[in-house]
C-alpha cells in the first residue's frame, strides 16, 4: 500500500492536470491505472490450458483457487488472479452479466453498513472507491465482478462477496464480455 500511495503521489504530482478531472472522466482515470503499474495485481494475468465444454466467452470463477477464467475455446483461457469472499460470505451458482459500468459508483447495502458503520453510504467512481475501474453485475444479486482500490488484496479471501480484481484486469475482461454473459462461480 505504501508503495501505490507513494506512487499516487508522484503521479499526481507529474500529471496535475488529471487531478483536477472530473470523477465521470473515464479516460483520465484509465490513464492513471496504466501510468501506475505499481498498483498491479501480484498475480499476473496470462492465457492458460483450460479444457472446458463452456462456450467461449463463458466466464468461471474458482473461488478455492483464487482464480477467473475467460473461456477463450480450444481448450484456452485467460486466466486471472482474484480477491474472493472471507470465509462466511461465499457463495456459488450460475449467473449473467446484467449490467456493465466504467468507474462505478458504490452504495454499500445495509447489511454491510450495520457491521461497519464508518463506511459512507455512498461514494462516486473513481480512483479511491472499492468498486475499481470496472464492475460486471451478476443478475439481479448484490454481487459483482469488479477492481479494487487495494490492488494487494487480489488472492486472498477479504470480500464481503465481490470477486474482486486489480484494475488493470478488470478493465481487460470488461472489454471482453458483454451483457448476457455467462458467469460460473464454483466454490
Not at 501480484?42 to 483450460?50: G, S
Not at 472489454?175 to 464454483?186: A, F, H, P, S
Request: proline share 8%; aromatic share 12%.
Amino acid at each position: 500500500m505504501k508503495r501505490f500511495l507513494i506512487a499516487f503521489f508522484l503521479f499526481f504530482t507529474a500529471y496535475p492536470v488529471v487531478w483536477a478531472a472530473s470523477p465521470r472522466d473515464v479516460k483520465a482515470f484509465d490513464q492513471i491505472i496504466a501510468e501506475m503499474s505499481e498498483a498491479s495485481s501480484p498475480i499476473k494475468r496470462y492465457q492458460a490450458w483450460f479444457p472446458s465444454d463452456e462456450k467461449p466467452g463463458t466466464i468461471i470463477v474458482r473461488a478455492s483457487e483464487r482464480r477467473l477464467y475467460l473461456i477463450l475455446g480450444d481448450g484456452w483461457a485467460m486466466k486471472y488472479g482474484i480477491g474472493v469472499a472471507r470465509e462466511g460470505f461465499e457463495w456459488s451458482g450460475e449467473f449473467h452479466v446484467s449490467m456493465k459500468r466504467q468507474w462505478p459508483d458504490w452504495t454499500p447495502p445495509p447489511e454491510m453498513i450495520k457491521r461497519q458503520p464508518d463506511l459512507p453510504k455512498h461514494m462516486e467512481g473513481g480512483p479511491d472507491n472499492p468498486l475499481g475501474a470496472r464492475a460486471l453485475y451478476l443478475g439481479d444479486t448484490l454481487y459483482r465482478i469488479h477492481g479494487s482500490n487495494e490492488p494487494e488484496t487480489i488472492g486472498q479471501a477479504v470480500s464481503s462477496g465481490c470477486i474482486r480484481m486489480a484494475n488493470e484486469d478488470v478493465i481487460d475482461l470488461y472489454n471482453r464480455v458483454r451483457v448476457g454473459t455467462k458467469v460460473i462461480i464454483e466454490p
